[in-house]
């Protein structure tokens, strides 16, 4: 390409090959590397949890390090649930961003992202690490934690909205050399994500700063504890999307050219990213469905929000799904399912994301479940919900993740991966392995094991009476739990092994899709491509601020209702430590 | 996007088609979205006793805890085939710890808790409430089988959660 040439009309561009490309290629990696390290210490310890409930406790074993199996859960639940996610997502959402439009990124400002939330992983590491704060990651009050926990979560959710501005300047900044133009698809999804996000991001924070922090400091004595429950979950819902998205943002920016074929629908992954953004924030409580205090009209309202929720991920199901269809018949897949079998499957990053898409399958029938009142009574704060969430989170996103990472280290470092063989193994692991466990977590739900529950340190004959009912799942639990053991750790040879001991080799550039009929590259010098007859729909939905204000209102229509009652009647209740 | 160009034919009838079955799924997708919502509703409207009440809120979060029907933990009989029960949860055990009640009787259980939040589960029943300082929750539900059915805190509650067990006996109808 001769972006090199174009770059010295347009000062904003970025060149491969000039300093900057060689900055912004550093950080991502840094964020990179500092996320999966996240997951690294989490995942080490997730298979313990399994066998926990299993029956098989190891933690007295364990006792120097970890004091107790919450504590050892208040850090698998913050390093995967918030470092790992955060630092991948604010370094891809900036990164790939800034490849498509062929713009830098305000690196200062990616720069302080990165150190605000490292500063925050360390004061939350700390507090953990002395068994001060095992709170778990939703840090209910009146449990209270040290000022470490909280300040620490404040400064991580404070630099995750960070990529924020950083993205809108680089639109503008496009937008400014191609007017009329609609916003590219990559670019586009991101911003959605960081403007959700942005919104949601309300409710934790003013949790933190006028109640936990200032609480956990000993400026103020008391808190309301189920106020603080509704803030925590107004960013807790919109949480899941937060990880979700950037693995759509994959799916339908990348995967459809990394499989040899073209994405089917650029409308659609727009739609998607815009009813996910307004979805997200007014269904936040329907994980207080068995919370006092929520009238029944409400609860009736959220199961219909919280079922129209499902339609952007039907949607998306069906667009990739025919993306691949297509990649697939280009190669030469015949009749029903031929296609499937004739994706290259040989390339892990493929194999990874195809396969984190079937374990979604699995992930939105339980969430479906989840979301359904008279079902979420059955199975709330049981093993059903870990289930349910380790086939979206533990599987979508991580495995997604761990598919960019293929092609991304070689991309950044100039080195080959180790082993494609490794890499394949690792995520077939993953994917087998979480699908046992999550089976058996879910199915154990259904006898009513609770979930976040020391069973295995009761007493045999207890532990029999209460769950042995459910010994058949378990035994899936701690077997898949296992199984994930040599899949995350073959992953991390993997990943740690490319980086210090890859070949050198040509980087590959950054596989982004070109969807039917759109051009094969936006970057900020390309060619204009002013044949975008966009439809309306698609010109309308480029109008990002309109979206964040209808978002805003549904949420402000949602949760004043919600939380009026409660602000009428505030209770004062003073911390406790119990671990 | 409309642009035609550079679309070859294979691209362009899989294009068509794909659209074509696009608006389908999408279709199917809202038409089962529906009738899963209705569903769950219906079953909501039919077994309406599962809703978790409110009975009141407090100022101070050991309020409830004191009053004296939580006090004396007895299971009161409120009517010739109901019952109330009060039950705090304390961290780590559930007040009274041991009840009896009825087969076939509608027991409307009142639930909070004197420190930190607790969940009230029934296990093998749908009863399945958050215990919530200086807030007392109510659900209604009728044992349709004598037997051990066991209250399991499924709210962390610190370093013994997992040991917050107690038992409700349910005696056989016609037994006094
Ligand atoms: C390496 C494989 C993993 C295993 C074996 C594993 C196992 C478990 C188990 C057994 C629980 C339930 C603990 C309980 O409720 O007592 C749990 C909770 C959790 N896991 Fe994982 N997990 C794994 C990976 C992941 C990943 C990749 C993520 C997210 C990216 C994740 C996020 C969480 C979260 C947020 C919780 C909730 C913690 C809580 O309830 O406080 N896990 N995990
Ligand atoms: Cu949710
Ligand atoms: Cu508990």
């Known amino acids: 390409m001769n972006i090199e040439i174009a770059a010295n009309t347009i000062p904003s561009a970025v060149s491969e090959s000039d300093s900057t490309a060689a900055s912004m290629r550093r950080l991502m990696l840094a964020f990179l590397i500092t996320g999966f390290s996240a997951l690294l210490i989490g995942a080490t310890i997730g298979p313990f949890q399994a066998l926990n409930y299993g029956g098989v406790d190891v933690y007295p074993a364990l006792r120097p390090l970890l004091q107790s199996y919450y504590q050892g859960l208040t850090i698998h639940g913050v390093m995967n649930g918030y470092v790992f996610t955060f630092f991948v997502t604010c370094g891809l959402l900036v990164y790939l961003p800034a490849r498509e439009l062929g713009v830098a990124p305000n690196l200062t400002m990616w720069r302080t992202c990165f150190a605000v939330m490292a500063i ?12 001060s704060s095992s709170v778990l990651w939703t840090f209910y009050p009146p449990l209270k934690g040290s000022p470490f926990f909280y300040i620490g979560i404040t400064l991580l959710a404070l630099g995750s909205t960070m990529p924020l501005p950083i993205l809108l300047k680089m639109r503008a900044t496009w937008r400014r050399h191609r007017p009329g133009e609609i916003t590219p698809l990559v670019t ?6 960081m403007l959700m996000w942005g919104l949601a991001g309300v409710g934790v924070m003013a949790e933190l700063v006028l109640q936990l922090d200032p609480w956990s400091l000993g400026l103020i004595g008391t808190v309301d504890p189920i106020v603080n429950r509704t803030l925590f979950w107004l960013t807790g819902h ?37 009813l996910l953004m307004i979805f997200a924030l007014p269904v936040g409580t ?10 029944s009209i409400w ?10 929720v499902a339609t952007p991920s039907l949607v998306t199901a069906f667009t990739i799904g025919l993306s691949l269809e297509y990649a697939g018949r280009l190669r030469g897949g015949q009749g029903w399912f031929g296609w499937f079998r004739a994706l290259p499957w040989g390339d892990p990053s493929v194999a990874a994301q195809v396969l984190a898409a079937v374990t979604f399958i699995l992930g939105g029938a339980t969430g479906i479940v989840n979301g359904s009142w008279q079902l979420n009574a059955i199975v709330h704060n049981t093993t059903f919900i870990p289930g349910h969430f380790h086939v979206t989170v533990g599987s979508v996103t991580a495995m997604t993740f761990m598919a960019i990472s293929f092609w991304m280290v070689p991309h950044l470092t100039g080195r080959q991966l180790i082993s494609r063989r490794l890499a394949l193994f690792s995520v077939w692991t993953w994917f087998v392995g979480m699908t046992i466990f999550a089976v058996g977590m879910s199915w154990a739900g259904l006898y ?17 009476a209460l769950y042995g009912a459910a010994s058949v799942p378990l035994a899936l639990v701690a077997a898949g739990g296992v199984l994930l053991w040599v899949a995350s750790y073959t992953f991390f040879a993997v990943f740690f092994g490319t980086l210090l001991f890859g070949r050198r080799a040509a980087p590959p550039p950054v596989p982004f899709a070109q969807s039917f009929g759109g051009p094969a590259s936006f970057t900020i010098d390309s060619p204009p491509n002013p044949a975008q007859s966009a439809s309306p729909l698609i010109r309308a939905l480029d109008h990002v601020w309109l979206l964040t204000g209808i978002t805003t209102l549904a949420a402000i229509a949602a949760y004043i209702p919600i939380l009026w009652p409660f602000l009428h009647h505030v209770t004062r209740a003073p911390g406790w430590i119990l671990w | 996007m409309d642009n035609k160009t550079g679309m070859s034919p294979f691209d362009a009838a899989f294009h068509a088609s794909a659209e074509r079955h696009e608006r389908f799924w999408i279709f199917g997708v809202l038409v089962m979205l529906v009738l899963l919502t209705i569903g769950t509703m219906f079953y909501v409207v039919h077994d309406y006793g599962l809703v978790t009440g409110t009975q009141s809120y407090a100022t101070d979060p050991q309020a409830p805890a004191r009053e004296a029907a939580f006090q004396d933990g007895k299971v009161v009989r409120t009517g010739p085939n109901s019952y109330a029960v009060y039950m705090v949860g304390r961290a780590w055990h559930w007040a009274p ?6 087969e076939g009787a509608e027991i409307t259980f009142y639930v909070t808790s004197a420190d930190v939040l607790h969940g009230f589960e029934i296990q093998g029943t749908p009863v399945n409430m958050t215990a919530v300082p200086g807030v007392v929750g ?13 209250i399991i805190c499924n709210e962390y509650c610190g370093m013994f959660h997992h040991a917050m067990v107690a038992r409700i006996i349910v005696d056989p109808a016609g037994t006094p």
């Not at chain 1, 499989?259 to 998607?272: C, E, N």
């Not at chain 1, 329907?286 to 009238?295: I, K, R």
């Not at chain 2, 659900?139 to 051990?148: D, E, N, P, S």
């Open chain 1, 286 to 295: 329907h994980h207080q469905f068995s919370d006092p205090g929520f009238s």
């Open chain 1, 188 to 193: 586009y999804m991101s911003l959605i994500t």
């Open chain 2, 138 to 150: 109510t659900v209604k539900y009728t044992f349709r089988h004598a037997g051990l059915f066991r």
């Open chain 1, 238 to 274: 919109p949480i899941v999307y937060f990880w979700l998205m950037p693995a759509y943002v994959s799916w339908y920016g990348l995967l459809s050219r990394q499989v040899g074929g073209k994405l089917i629908s650029d409308p659609m992954a727009r739609i998607t990213f815009a």
């Open chain 2, 97 to 102: 710890d041991v009840i009896h009640v009825p």
């Open chain 1, 448 to 464: 009513g094991v609770p979930r976040r529950a020391w069973v295995s340190a009761l007493p045999h004959d207890t532990y029999h």
């Open chain 1, 120 to 131: 925050g992983a360390l004061c939350v590491l700390y507090a953990m690490a002395d068994n």
């Open chain 1, 299 to 308: 609860r009736g309202i959220l199961v219909v929000l919280t079922m129209s």
